[in-house]
């Protein structure tokens, strides 16, 4: 039900918005605007996935977009209510610019806009073919004997990147490459993903046995496709595997196993690329038009240098590399990190029996699973926010019209709540030697996710070990070097190793582009991922949006897609759109492109 | 919103159903009857599926059944309106019974009860997790040592049927078994499915080449994963084939493939099944409690004895052996019958330019797809229908909630208005010579499909082909012989013929038991499929459900599952949950089953 008070409010501001923005009267939009106030658009004015912050920035930001974007026929969406909560008038919207339609969520307070998200949701034209629109499949009539699906399909498996060329080839076949290649097939532009392991879904098996998700099943959804609804809450490796494979086929993506990209160079004049690379032996050299690069946050391996580990007697193997305790009975294992690879390597090897030590260098945050199901992703993605009608498409919009600006504000209430709730546990843990934090403004576990990817544990399990002290733990410490068999501190401590686990986590994803194309190219675009929130891992000056993820970067014609499944579901959407509207030739100015900072 | 004085009407109507049965008094629960009426229902008071059809019937069927079920708490479900049409107030219900939760559906006239559906939804106790309920997935704390996802999974298909046996065994592999086995899998009832084919999905890719399904998208839906809003109206035969090979895998079917069984007898004493199957080779004895006979309704080729057959210089196969117009260039085909598959191969061959002629023996009914589609299926299963909030689940509901009896009532006038609008259609199609017919009764497609699997086209062009010419069409005389190289039909005319193509349909499934089991066990079981309607290739006595189709047969743990892709994802519901009934040892007393009039 519409409450009207609240619903008239918001469509008054609405109304007078669409006048402003039709008449080009800035100023005039300006004023439906609070002192404090942040425009967050994914592409729909700015080409780009940026938020603009205070009025200056909503001016500076309009001064540029408005003209080209033409702004149109703003509405409550009328599929959603309109709410209102401690003096918060919030309400789902939809508007047209000239080239695409929009929906967005927009929060009002004392009668002036705070909080504005505008997302374009598809190009005028280029809609995606689905239900009522969706294809016809059989061929009928005079088309009966044409090619059939199959030949067809095998057509194109056997032409693409041999006969012709792909669009857009992305590298990486996890789930960004799988879910963003599914986008871009519905969308009909050309696109070939290339995998160095085998099979969609490896990514996945190979990493150690005890894997399973992190985050629950109702964050976790591809697009197109929902995991059934006796699916897992926290689906093992190798079930993801099995479901990112068959999505792979069903999907009828073009997708290469076994195939490693070696390098790659872009021409300015012909605006394209041309990449090498290794399929299964042969050779083959590719030349798309745009580059993305799928590799994954967690794909290249950080393992720091320490003095010693050349005359370590023992096994050396990062983390990605450990496939699990198997073989390692009667070794004593050192794990060097306190994130969650460490905690659950850590947890399989202690439950199989094997003497383990977790090295802790510095503090980490920790989260209970069930808390944080119940107290932060539970409002949003859970069973109850389903029967509250929030689905999981709903539940990103919501989560995207929080600006990175304001989201430490909204989660560390939610933190605090855990904190309080688990205080006994968290006592427990910091008796046992561990060293605890909730990040630098007790903001949690997002934001940590979100400024450095790294830095906490979902605890399932393994907070118990090291409390009872079946997992080993020696913190406060660097390690000082590697002798022939042990692991020595800082501090002097001694722990005696026989395999040495770096769970020392991943490097930037621009460092896939000094590998794959150049350095001075990896340097031109600069740090990929975190905010600029001046805090450790994630230097200033703040920047507003994660790096260089999902929208143009400083290198023309290359991108970088990933994160968790819920990322590459949503923002895959986004980097559809901005391919699918180059290979049309669609005018897209991007405004706001952030200078590099940092390189690395 | 509730009409209030309709959903009072309903409600009172419940109320003294409930109070009725409650107290035993079968006479005052038909009080609640029309004189006219039907009540259907699945397995929650019959533990069959059964239609009681008037006062006589219902009295019979509740002095059997009421003492043990026990039904109570009948309510209006919340989730649905109550509506009125035509004097005909219609309500969803729910009600529990002493061992399970139900929901239905009553159709209510001046007051009284005209048809009441009451389903089984769940058996109290054994209820599918999903949901709330969902597994874990992960395996905590000290679970984390505990064998992983993968090799339970690996060991689980290593072990049944070799060293464990199957509580239930399914023999067929298509959509049938497939909806079958994923069923019987969230309900923890050990099941095997075998297929002589390597792979799911190869019944589907091995048939002709054009081959798309004739029933559209909203219809086709498998339990548990939905095909995405992208996908096509009617399915390619190889994207079904690849879509059943990935839900098999991704809902962890234990699924054999090349693997034909061989014989199977049943041993009373044991109560168990010894089944000899050929797995790619090897021979293995299966001792399942269960024996499902999924091996479609169109595996048994039924190809007519005629003179000649052993004289004829070319070709001679039935339809489902073949593949399609590649390497038919230059040849004469005749393809005897007019059915679905008479129709697609004759349109696929004249569109590849081969000289092609139908031997249409009997008159056809024929139904454009986009009139069957907007007419008979439109208001159930279509994005419309979806929009008005009938889901494939509600709607499976409603069209189950029509009594056979009155089935052809509700779709005679469907079937008036396509035959009206189509005027012009049929016009031409019986002037090119083209037997046309709507049923014995005008009742059209769906009762065709009910009464006899046969009999009928769904139009996707070929038909267009039959009145340009293009098709060559011999209609109104059986084949009296084959000659060396032509078709006598026994009017006299002759067809020169390189090719004969058998497009005569299929067996009743019975004559898979007197294959695989015996003759006295076919004989015993009957004839499968069918309603008794007294119409062609259905003879009477009225049976009032088909005859033999997932409910308990005369042979003791002897089942049969079967039919389009609808009736596969509804009646496994059914089926899977009279298998896990008996495997949980909860009484299961069996009303009102049918003698056996045809033995095929």
């Given at each position: 039900m519409l409450d009207t008070t609240v619903a008239v409010q918001a469509n008054n501001v609405l109304n007078r918005l669409d006048e402003a923005l039709t008449q080009n009267d800035i100023e005039a939009a300006l004023g439906l605007f609070a002192a404090e106030c942040y425009w967050r658009d994914m592409l729909a004015f700015t080409w780009n996935i940026k938020t603009a912050e205070g009025k200056h920035g909503i001016r500076d930001m309009l001064s540029h977009c408005l003209e080209y974007t033409q702004p149109h026929s703003w509405a409550l969406d009328e599929r959603e209510s309109v709410t209102e909560t401690g003096g918060v008038i919030e309400a789902w919207i939809v508007f047209e610019t000239a080239v695409a339609r929009g929906t967005g969520f927009v929060r009002i307070k004392d009668g002036l806009i705070w909080t504005l998200l505008t997302t374009m949701d598809e190009l005028k034209g280029y809609e995606?073919?689905?239900?009522?629109?969706?294809?016809?499949g059989a061929k009928h009539g005079d088309d009966?004997?044409?090619?059939t699906w199959k030949e067809e399909r095998e057509q194109e498996l056997a032409s693409l990147g041999v006969d012709t060329q792909p669009y857009v080839l992305i590298i990486g076949g996890g789930q960004g490459g799988i879910a963003l290649g599914a986008r871009l097939r519905q969308l009909g532009v050309p696109a070939l993903i290339i995998e160095k392991n085998d099979r969609p879904g490896d990514s996945w098996r190979k990493r150690y046995k005890s894997l399973c998700l992190h985050d629950p099943v109702w964050y976790d959804h591809l697009p197109y496709i929902k995991f059934p609804r006796?699916?897992?809450v926290f689906a093992p490796k190798d079930k993801i595997g099995d479901w990112l494979e068959m999505y792979a086929r069903v999907m009828e993506l073009n997708y290469w196993g076994a195939t490693e990209a070696r390098r790659a160079s872009y021409d300015e004049a012909t605006q394209t690329w041309t990449v090498v690379v290794d399929r299964d032996g042969e050779q083959i050299t590719l030349r798309p038009r745009q580059l993305v690069?799928?590799?994954?946050?967690?794909?290249?391996p950080n393992v720091p240098s320490i003095e010693g580990q050349d005359i370590f007697g023992g096994i050396q193997q990062h983390s990605s590399e450990h496939p699990g305790?198997?073989?390692?009975?009667g070794k004593k294992v050192a794990v060097i990190g306190s994130n969650n690879s460490a905690h659950d390597i850590c947890a399989a090897l202690a439950e199989n029996g094997v003497d383990v030590t977790m090295i802790q260098r510095s503090s980490t945050h920790i989260s209970r699973s069930e808390s944080l199901m119940k107290y932060a992703l539970g409002p949003l993605y859970s069973e109850e926010a389903l029967a509250n009608g929030i689905t999981t498409e709903k539940a990103d919009m919501l989560f995207a019209s929080i600006p990175y600006a304001l989201l430490a504000d909204f989660q560390k209430p939610i933190f605090d709540e855990i904190r309080k709730v688990d205080a006994d546990f968290y006592d427990q843990l910091e008796k046992a030697g561990f060293m605890l934090d909730f990040g630098p403004d007790d903001s949690g576990l997002f934001m940590k996710y979100l400024r450095r990817a790294s830095g906490y544990y979902i605890d399932v399990g393994a907070s118990q070990m090291i409390i009872d002290g079946r997992i080993k733990l020696e913190s406060g410490s660097e390690v000082a070097r590697l002798t022939k068999n042990s692991v020595q501190l800082e501090d002097g401590r001694e722990i005696p190793a026989d395999v040495v686990i770096y769970a020392t986590g991943y490097g930037s994803m621009n460092g896939w582009a000094a590998d794959l194309i150049s350095q001075d190219v990896a340097d031109k675009v600069?740090?990929?991922?975190?905010?600029?929130?001046?805090?450790p891992k994630d230097p200033g000056p703040w920047e507003g949006e994660q790096r260089n993820m999902w929208k143009p970067t400083h290198q023309e014609s290359l991108w970088f897609h990933g994160g968790n499944l819920a990322q590459s579901r949503f923002y895959s959407h986004f980097l559809a759109l901005q391919l699918k509207a180059r290979m049309e030739g669609i005018d897209t100015p991007v405004y706001g492109q952030q200078p590099v900072h940092h390189t690395s």
């Open positions: 995606e073919p689905m239900g009522v629109t969706r294809p016809l009966q004997g044409k090619p006796n699916w897992p690069l799928a590799t994954g946050m967690s794909a290249k305790p198997d073989g390692m009975a600069g740090k990929v991922w975190g905010l600029g929130s001046d805090t």
